[in-house]
């Protein structure tokens, strides 16, 4: 028997609305056990279907559950769908989401008080039926339905620590940044439906595919809107400036939301698209820029951080651009291994980081540690493991992925040489702020305060689990997508992907493998420059203490201080954006509807009081008034008479 | 018993409330939770009573159902005459369920002259119904005063501080659009006569008449004035934010709740119909003016202090995207603008029902004298962030499935930019909205007094909790609203488009 795919979101949905409504009356362990096991279960669940899946003939399979939104000559249903983008995205975000539910049970443990602690697990299970139902979504409705459920979850755990402000600035943020990027994402909806008649990908997919003639001129305009949805999920320029505020959520919530899962739900939607994106090539190279430039942008500025988790924020940002830079040349597939290699070794990063925060008492400043190989050996080792993979150290999980990515911007026509070069440069970049976190978290010795030294310890078992498991991940999820010089059968990622990128009429979609000469000289270029930047980081930070940077910085300071303030972007949209608006808002109050509106109501109000004053004056009700107004009118009167005579 | 409530189930409703409003006057002025849980125990009846109205609506029947029909005035072909379709069901539901809300709310918060408010809110409950119903322009145009004067009362006895001027300015711009509609009504049964040598204000009657050129348009004009100012449609919304912040929060309540919605709802029953040509031309202001309602309400509510206030103007801008969707006139649109009605009832209701809650607990509603007040009322503000959720439209709420429909609506009519500036409503009500969240009920706590605050007790529980099961069961499940919705829509736009053609056809159009 197999289980309906709507089954997977209803678990988790049922573990956030026991611990969500009754979570306060709860004991720990029981929150405990309906969190996770909510958790389990779905990830049970989801393999269940995803063997037979993998196993079988990967088509695709479409589950409609019933009729949702139908008026006139729309009709939406709630319709699930199983094909290999979405069983991709299944195997990880269950899978990392059970791990880093685990983690989180020691994570949280003294993180908070009962009702906090139901509160967290009680918004992870939410987050995990949003994620599900974004992925498993049939129709761009209920893929919206998904995608502003994650965008909730991301809000309500950032902003986890309510009661400071900047956490609950930060929710916000990410919140209406992320709207702004879904105004787009409607909008693109929207001209699905006027183009398509139809939300439903099957529909909309098919008949551009057989007909790309006739609907390609709308589909550039589409894609653009769709694209600013993905430019705001998954944090990129212009739209970045959400993520690095996220990290005032709890750890366990930065490694699952904004590092593995919820911000590659934009390249996971691009991808999806593909058919309408390859058939609007000037947004697809647009996408290659923004993504292109995006991972050069945040890793530079990742480099002068010393925030242990800004740093893994701004690395973030700068991987989702490489996979988009994927998605703009054309190598979807490529850009989707990178996102689940990504998964891996961006949450095991993370998660060790949560580890050394615990340890180093909630301190992240990474000038303050130092030495804690020693003291920290699980933590030390998955976290290495992780560094090589996302530097792109062979065997390493990263490196397959991001070499692929290289490799098709290489090979991409037009700009494809820039873009790989500068995707070459930022690998190094990347080797190299990675290691610097290493060299000054793990080597050398430790510079925090005393009782900072006194209380490094190992995280508890529930933590190094899901920490070894995702190092071991790190290391070995790249194998399923070796590059063709090592055989014909060797990649198994790319074929198994290979049906969503649906042949479309007219295009030709064969494209010349690149000569196996020129793929092992790329290679070897690549991991040449992330060993550089490796070795460059070792020697000035964990062999020098990190005086030849100290000096470099010093002779540049207007450059060093304006990349230590993230080229203060942040800065500028505040003047540009914030500001203007809360000063627009007060002006329109206070101008438009209090001076002139209600001005004007109350000056006819006023008027007609003084002509009602007047008028009072002939009916005081005072005998004297009116016998001097009879007076008056007795006298008028014989003058006229008078007058008349 | 059982041939009234089968036959006469409309007149039952009408009239119940006001049966009970009457008995509450021989009530002793002493007796005070008497009259509350009487004036309750008669709105839960109601409620009760008005249910067989969503069970036995017949769906596939596009037309009025639940009809009665009586003369009232025959000399003057008046007649007292009622019935319901898929536009007006919901709304009657609205004020059934919104109508307890607001009596279960202030149970424990009206102090002053209780029996006097709970006979006041019952009048005015027939006052919203009979609007509702009523298939007659004479009998609609005496429950739309009917429902104007308890209003008047409730701001300006129970409300707040500046109550006065709250409730002479919403009474003044009520009566001005008001009168000018009684005007047209008049001109319209004179016509009848003129034409057909029989007195008539039924509305079917009036619909056969055809007027043209700029008679139309002034007719139009006056009707449309009158329910554009109760919607209200910028510039005429500034009696809303006083009215709003003066009001008790039932009051609130019922005014965000039902009464703004009976300005678009007279639109779409009177004005459209009768006057399509006229309503054709002036649609593109329709569109503009949402437009510019949606984004200024937005903004001006971003500037506000003042939480009920920042309520208010969230209002200007939900009913502004509501007037978009009435002026793209498509199924869709339409449809999301009758269920968007229904949502903000819901979500707005919920919003100034649990703004009471604090009020009544602190007497301030200003924004900064609160701050971190999360940890000391957690139900509280898990209902506030669920309504507000609700507003600003998150995808399985209810009003998503409006906006979405609007929009979509919109997008799909010859007014594509309208949507494109309409939905940036999705970023700017996030905006002020959650700026509220945050500096009421996140940041640092910061007032020693905010202590004491007790979190929602369990009337007003109940009170909101209905409405968030509302919420969600729309959100959820939002075709058992729209199938009710959608034929009466398409039947409304049958005959807009009849009666153009018909007019086309005598090249009456100029």
Known sequence: ?645 | MERLLSDHLLSVLVFLPSAGALLLLFFPRSAVSAARAFAIAVSVLELALSLPLWTRFDLLQQGFQFREKIAWIPQLGISYNVGLDGISLLLVLLTTVLTPVSLLFSYSHVEKEVRVFSLTFLVLETGMLGSLVALDLALFYVFWEVMLVPMYFIIGIWGGPRRIYASMKFFLFTMAGSLLMFLAILFMAIRHQAATGVWSFALEDLYRLAFTGRVETLLFLAFALAFAIKVPVFPLHTWLPDAHTEAPTAGSIILAGVLLKLGVYGYLRFALPLFPDAATRFAPWLGVLGVIGVIYGAAVAYAQHDMKRLVAYSSVSHLGLVVIGIGAFTTMSLSGSILQMINHGLSTGALFLLVGVLYERRHTREIDAYGGIAGIVPVTTTLFLIATLSSIGLPGLNGFVGEFLILLGTWTSPHRWWAAAGATGVIFSAVYMLTLVQRVFWNPFVHEENKKLTDIRPSEFIAAAVLVVLMVWIGVRPNDVLDRIHPSVELLQKAVAAKLASADTRGARP
Not at chain 1, 14 to 33: D, P, Q
Not at chain 1, 256 to 284: D, K, Q, S, W
Not at chain 1, 411 to 438: C, H, S
Not at chain 1, 621 to 640: E, K, M, S
């Open chain 1, 1 to 645: 028997m197999t289980l309906p795919l709507w089954v997977l979101p209803v678990i988790p949905l049922v573990g956030f609305a026991i611990n969500g409504l009754l979570g306060t009356r709860l004991r720990k362990s029981f929150v405990t056990a309906v969190g996770c096991g909510a958790a389990g279960l779905v990830t049970l669940a989801a393999y269940s279907r995803l063997i037979p899946f993998t196993s079988g003939d990967h088509s695709t399979v479409i589950e409609p559950v019933v009729s949702w939104i139908a008026v006139g000559n729309l009709s939406i249903d709630l319709s699930f769908r199983l094909d290999p983008l979405s069983a991709l995205m299944l195997s990880f975000v269950t899978l990392v989401g059970l791990l880093i539910h685990i983690y989180a049970i020691g994570y949280m443990h003294h993180e908070s008080t009962d009702a906090g602690y139901a509160r967290f697990f009680a918004y992870l299970n939410l987050f995990l039926f949003a994620m599900l139902t974004l992925v498993l979504a049939e129709s761009f409705p209920l893929m919206f339905v998904g995608w502003e459920g994650v965008g909730l979850c991301s809000y309500l755990l950032v902003g986890y620590y309510f009661d400071r402000e900047y956490a609950a600035a930060a929710g916000r943020k990410a919140f209406v940044v992320n709207r702004i990027g879904d105004y787009g994402f409607l909008l693109g909806m929207f001209g699905v439906f006027a183009t398509f008649g139809s939300l439903n990908y099957s529909e909309v997919f098919k008949k551009a595919a057989e007909q790309p003639a006739a609907f390609s001129p709308a589909l550039a305009a589409i894609c653009l809107c769709l694209f600013m949805g993905a430019v705001g999920k998954s944090a990129q320029v212009p739209l970045y400036v959400w993520l690095p505020d996220a990290m005032a959520g709890p750890t366990p919530v930065s490694a699952l939301i904004h590092a593995a899962t919820m911000v590659t739900a934009g390249v996971y939607m691009v991808t999806r698209c593909n058919v309408l994106f390859r058939l609007a090539p000037e947004v697809m190279l647009f996408v290659a820029v923004i993504g292109c430039f995006t991972a050069l942008f945040a890793g530079t500025i990742a480099v002068a951080q010393n925030d242990l988790k800004k740093i893994l924020a701004y690395s973030t940002i700068s991987q989702l651009g490489y996979m988009f830079l994927a998605c703009g040349v054309g190598a979807f597939t490529v850009g989707m291994f990178h996102v689940m290699t990504h998964a891996c070794f961006k949450a095991c990063l993370f998660l060790g980081a949560g580890s050394v925060m615990h340890a180093m008492s909630d301190d992240l400043d990474i000038r303050h540690m130092g030495g804690l190989k020693a003291k920290m050996p699980i933590t030390y080792w998955t976290f290495l493991a992780a560094t090589l993979a996302i530097s792109g150290i062979p065997p390493f999980a990263g490196f397959f992925s991001k070499d692929a990515i290289l490799a098709s911007s290489f090979e991409a026509p037009g700009l494809g040489k820039l873009l790989w070069f500068v995707g070459l440069f930022t690998a190094g970049l990347t080797a190299f702020y990675m290691f610097r976190i290493v060299s000054l978290t793990f080597f050398g010795q430790f510079r925090g305060t005393k009782e900072q030294a006194h209380h490094v310890h190992e995280a508890p078992a529930s933590m190094t689990m899901p920490l070894v498991v995702l190092g071991l991940l790190s290391l070995v999820a790249g194998w399923l997508g070796l590059p063709a010089v090592f055989g014909e059968h060797a990649n198994v990622i790319e074929p198994f992907l290979a049906p969503i990128i649906s042949p479309i009429a007219g295009h030709d979609a064969a494209h010349e493998a690149l000569p196996h000469a020129t793929e092992w000289l790329l290679m070897a270029v690549s991991v040449a420059v992330a060993a550089s930047g490796l070795y460059l980081a070792y020697q000035w930070y964990a062999k020098q203490g990190g005086r030849a940077p100290a000096r470099l910085a010093a002779s540049f300071p207007g450059a060093y201080a304006l990349v230590a303030d993230k080229f203060r972007i942040d800065e500028l949209y505040d003047v540009l954006f914030v500001r203007p608006y809360a000063w627009l808002a007060r002006t329109l109050w206070k101008v438009v509807d209090v001076l002139i509106i209600d001005g004007i109501l109350n000056a006819s109000a006023f008027l007609v009081e003084l002509v009602g004053d007047f008028l009072r004056f002939l009916q005081t009700g005072n005998v004297r008034n009116y016998a001097l107004t009879f007076f008056l009118g007795l006298i008028a009167l014989l003058l006229f008479v008078v007058g008349a005579i």
